[in-house]
């Protein structure tokens, strides 16, 4: 089943919880809830069994994850496209802080961090490339 885009439905646009969940099935692949709820345990914060458990269920229902229960172990992984999803989490992050400007955000990242020089020149050879479109 193709991976949906959360734009066209508004109910999958996630928390900051799933937003965890569906990071690690995006960076992992399809696994199990222990699987996800270990690597929360280990990478973010500590969280129940039966909580990561709970949240799955609902975003299965929400349509944001999709469920293999052919096995015993029930298989988890992500109906929702990452890159849109993020796209559309941004565009609203910047609707509402930045009054829609792009320019605003950049000028926010840049001023507020440290930016190495690998990471200026990437930009500027992503600024070149927009330049030639």
């Known amino acids: 089943m ?7 439905n508004p109910q999958s646009e996630p928390t900051k919880s799933e937003l965890e969940i569906l990071q690690v ?3 992992n ?5 222990r699987f996800v709820n270990d690597y ?3 990478q973010k914060r500590a969280v129940q069994y039966t909580s990561t458990l709970k949240l799955m269920q609902i975003m299965t229902e929400k ?5 293999d229960a052919s096995s015993m172990k029930h298989i988890y992984s992500p109906a929702i496209e990452e890159n849109q999803t993020k796209t559309v989490l941004l565009d ?16 926010q990242l840049l001023g507020n961090k440290k930016t190495s020089q690998e990471e ?5 050879a992503m600024l070149d490339q927009l330049d030639k479109k």
Do not use: C, H, Q, Y
């Open 2 to 8: 193709k991976a949906k885009s959360p734009e066209n």
């Open 25 to 27: 099935l995006w960076k």
């Open 29 to 33: 692949g399809p696994s199990t809830v």
């Open 40 to 42: 929360l345990n280990e």
């Open 63 to 67: 349509e944001m994850l999709l469920r």
């Open 92 to 107: 609203k992050f910047i609707d509402t802080m930045f009054n829609g400007s792009s320019t605003n955000l950049m000028m």
């Open 120 to 124: 200026l020149d990437a930009i500027r």
